[in-house]
Structures are given as structure tokens and as C-alpha cells.
């Protein structure tokens, strides 16, 4: 073989990998608990929503969630965004929240709307203790 068509080869080979990555970091789903808890941020304690519906990169259905209830999402891709929407008693919405963000900004796989909406606290994402 002629070196440049070794150099060819090995260019092909070198972009087929770096496609191969990039296809898995961004086709990747993760499976993300969603909660809606109370929250104390420098000793200010922020009280969970009556009830809010949550939905993730606009896919169907959106999470319904009580006061200190806990719901499961899958997000795929790296750059997200939450719509959160609070309900009063008659599931009428009365706010509207959208919050964007990155797969590296998260600390685990949870995500707590209360301190993420009231400004991405830190602890809005933390890793399930097993």
C-alpha cells in the first residue's frame, strides 16, 4: 500500500470513531426521578408546589406531581428543558416555568423543580442514595 492511501485509511477510520461518539453522547437516554419536595437554602425554606404538571424537551405525557410526590422521566441528548407548569385545585394552571439546562450541570439523577425554579439552587440535582 502507498502511504497515502494508508493516510486515507486511517483518516476514515479516525472519523467513523469520532461519529460513533458523538452518536452515543447524544442519542443517550437517562432514566431522571423528578420530585417535588420542599427545599432550605440558607435558611430560607421554599414550600413544594399544591401541584404541578412537568414535562420534559416536549415530549408526551407530561408528569403529574403532588405536594412531595416523586416521578420518573427518560431525557436523551445533552442540553434539556423543563416546563413546568403549577395547577390550583381545579387543575386550572395558574404559573407557567421553563427552565433550560445541561446533562453536566447536573450533580445525580434527581432533580428537585423547587429550588430549580426558584433559581438553580444548589442541591436542584443530587444522586439517589441507594
Not at 420534559?56 to 434539556?80: E, K, Q, S
Request: charged share 20%; hydrophobic share 45%.
Amino acid at each position: 500500500m502507498k502511504q497515502r492511501q494508508i493516510l486515507v485509511n486511517l483518516l476514515i477510520f479516525v472519523a467513523m470513531v469520532a461519529l460513533a461518539i458523538f452518536c452515543y453522547t447524544n442519542g443517550k437516554a437517562n432514566i431522571v426521578f423528578v420530585e417535588n419536595i420542599p427545599f432550605n437554602h440558607e435558611g430560607v425554606t421554599y414550600e413544594a408546589f399544591e401541584a404541578i404538571q412537568v414535562s420534559v424537551d416536549d415530549t408526551a405525557p407530561p408528569l403529574f406531581l403532588l405536594a412531595g410526590d416523586r416521578g420518573t422521566v427518560a431525557m436523551a441528548g445533552r442540553n434539556h428543558v423543563l416546563v413546568i407548569e403549577e395547577l390550583d385545585e381545579n387543575d386550572n394552571i395558574t404559573g407557567t416555568h421553563s427552565i433550560s439546562f445541561k446533562n453536566r450541570e447536573m450533580k445525580g439523577n434527581v432533580v428537585n423543580v423547587v429550588p430549580l425554579i426558584h433559581g438553580k439552587f444548589p442541591g436542584w440535582s443530587y444522586q439517589l442514595d441507594r
